[in-house]
């Protein structure tokens, strides 16, 4: 470990890899970890040995016990990181949304198309307002600040834009006012 640390000895390392590799990778594998896992944790345990091998003394620990000790905590590292054991497959937010019906979709597209036409046949300042209230989602507020309009009119017109579209749907066989 000597040479690794002092002069970065390829063969000394091979030699050092050659012993400690199989030896910490069966460690990992008694612990628990699946053999691909432990091939990856050995190798990184391999990479420490080689980068930081001027921080071992020997007067503190023997080489074998530094590096399992490394593995040991790396193996514990990678466990705190690992959350998937917390994720329930069983949980509902995981099931695929029910299919919808035929006939719902299809009544849906033409209550869509409805409305549409309805609101195409709104007055340009109620239209507007009405656009800019439930699909760009803007307040009331929001709305009298942008279009420089008093607070009181833009709520009116949107009043009135309901009021309109809902006779004109209603009026109309085509839609189901109740769904």
Do not use: C, Y
Not at 61 to 78: E, K, P, Y
Not at 125 to 136: G, H, I, K, P, Y
Not at 143 to 155: C, Y
């Amino acid at each position: 470990m000597a040479r690794v640390a002092s002069g970065r000895d390829r063969d000394a390392f091979a030699a050092l890899f050659d012993h400690f590799a199989p030896r910490i990778n069966g460690f990992l594998q008694k612990q628990g970890m699946e053999a691909g896992a432990a091939e990856d944790l050995t190798q990184e345990v391999m990479a420490v040995m080689w980068h930081k091998a001027h921080l071992f003394d020997p007067a503190k620990s023997s080489l074998a016990t530094w590096l399992f000790r490394v593995a040991r905590n790396r193996r514990i590292d990678g466990l705190r990181r690992d959350r998937s054991h917390l994720i329930d497959p069983h949980d509902p937010f995981f099931w695929p949304d029910a299919a919808e019906a035929p006939d719902d979709g299809l009544d849906a597209r033409q209550r869509d198309e409805r409305v549409r036409l309805a609101l195409a046949d709104l007055p340009d300042e109620q239209a507007d307002l009405v656009r800019l209230a439930f699909f760009n989602g803007l307040t009331h507020s929001q709305i009298a600040d942008s279009t420089g309009l008093p607070l009181g009119t833009v709520k009116s017109r949107i009043r009135l834009a309901f009021a309109r579209l809902r006779r004109a749907l209603e009026a109309d066989p085509r839609v189901d006012a109740d769904g």
